[in-house]
């Protein structure tokens, strides 16, 4: 675990002329690029929408290239999103070439699973675990310091605020280190489950029509992670 308490230095992010995040913000490279579409909102006044370690941003949007599940040997692109279901988010992604069949989860990794698990069953070479943060593009340090940035963030009471480095400081500092590069993410392969609070799975009760019909037929899934 990272130590919140500890500045780090992080790589800000392009904005406009007006101080507005430029989108999208393209994070990562190659297999692991990211592309954030949209921040989202904070909701602070419901319990499961953050942890000590993420605020779920409802309106959270995320586009990343990965092994298509129809066409064998190609590329798709899936989107990663967050949704309000009521008492507690709900994680959807939406491969391109299957827009009617999103996947849903009460986890970022669950959902990103239930992907992974079906490539696995199709001898495509992947994990069939994955940190849901890192495939939404959430664990990058100037994605984490703009959701830091946005109104009522700071009424989140469980999470705890990372602390950040002035700028031009870390090259003067004999401390830093490699773990201070935000760009420092896994491949899809490598990547490891991140745990999200099963307390924020349990809570789920008020999801749109779409949704809990998806939960009635089976693909509404929770995650132990």
Not at 124 to 134: E, L, N, R
């Amino acid at each position: 675990r990272d130590n919140r308490a500890e500045p780090k230095q992080v790589e800000s992010l392009q904005r406009d002329s007006h101080g507005s995040l430029i989108f999208p913000v393209v994070i990562g490279k190659g297999q692991d690029e990211v592309q954030i579409h949209a921040l989202g909102r904070v909701v602070w006044d419901r319990d499961a929408y953050h942890t000590s370690r993420y605020i779920w941003t409802v309106g959270f949007k995320s586009t990343r290239m990965c092994p298509s599940l129809l066409a064998n040997n190609t590329r798709c692109q899936y989107s990663s999103e967050i949704l309000d279901g009521g008492d507690a988010p709900v994680f959807q992604v939406t491969a391109e070439d299957m827009p009617e069949s999103p996947f849903r989860a009460l986890s970022s990794s669950g959902a990103w699973k239930q992907i992974l698990d079906q490539l696995t069953a199709k001898g495509v070479g992947v994990k069939t675990h994955a940190s849901g943060p890192q495939m939404y593009g959430l664990i990058h340090l100037g994605v984490t310091k703009a959701i830091q940035e946005l109104d009522n963030a700071d009424k989140c009471q469980k999470y705890i605020r990372q602390l950040w480095v002035e700028e031009g400081a870390a090259e003067s500092s004999p401390d830093a280190t490699d773990d201070d590069n935000p760009h420092r993410a896994s491949s899809l392969a490598n990547s490891s489950v991140d745990a999200e609070p099963e307390a924020s799975l349990r809570r789920l009760s008020v999801l749109d029509s779409t949704t809990a019909a998806a939960a009635t037929n089976g693909s509404l899934t929770s995650h132990p992670n």
